[in-house]
């Protein structure tokens, strides 16, 4: 089974939909044989590096609310967050484009780190405040999950590397329709849209697997003359 997410670095209920998504994989018997891709998604390809605003004041910017509205709105979805083990920090973070670190991490998808890459971009986004739009941070957040430095920042300052594969993500989510994330689709067959309860995927997960897998139907050659025993009695034939 193949599970395909699309997701940003900023989306807070991609990180929370990650980890219900994990939470499910747990409960799920045949774990083993799911694979899950991340697929890049800019929920604001226009954003600026780093505005210096809180985001608080964006929120309250975007939705024409005031700040404390904005405030209360961070906080709901952070009891959300903690309710699997997360703990959003929203007077650290800083707002940013993404579209390099969406780079980075298809960069780190070639050598197999994307999942361990992926898991630390929103961390450190989310609970530690870091800029993920600054070349050095993102290099060191690579270095830290083993990818080499000198291959990362060549990767970082060559604006052109690695942009059409997230290009290329982006485009299908348009095609089939995704207008927002976490966006989950499973063996191109299925979709889950945003950070659904842990239930539902495990739902999902089981559903897909029995329709995927379904047992096997037998063709009876037995002719009338075998003998069978059930619970209750034994069939025997007669010679005749």
Known sequence: MKIEVWSDFVCPFCYIGKRRLEEALEQFPNRDQVEVEFKSFELDPNAKLYSGQSIHELLASKYGTSVAQAQQMNENVGQQAEGVGLKYDFEKMKHTNTFDAHRLAKYAATIGKEKELTELLLHSYFEEGKLISD??????????????????????????????????????????????????????????????????????????????????????????????????????????
């Open 135 to 240: 070349h050095d941070v993102l290099a060191d957040l690579a270095e830290s999950v083993g990818i080499a430095r000198g291959e990362v920042l060549d990767v970082l300052r060559d604006e052109k590397k690695f942009a059409n594969e997230v290009r290329i993500d982006e485009a299908i989510a348009q095609q089939i329709g995704v207008t927002g994330v976490p966006f989950f689709v499973i063996n191109q067959k299925y979709s889950i849209s945003g950070a659904q309860p842990t239930s539902t995927f495990l739902g999902a997960l089981q559903q897909v697997w029995k329709e995927e897998n379904p047992a096997p139907k037998l063709t009876d050659l037995s002719s009338n003359q075998g003998a069978v025993c059930t619970d209750e009695s034994c069939d025997i034939p007669t010679d005749k």
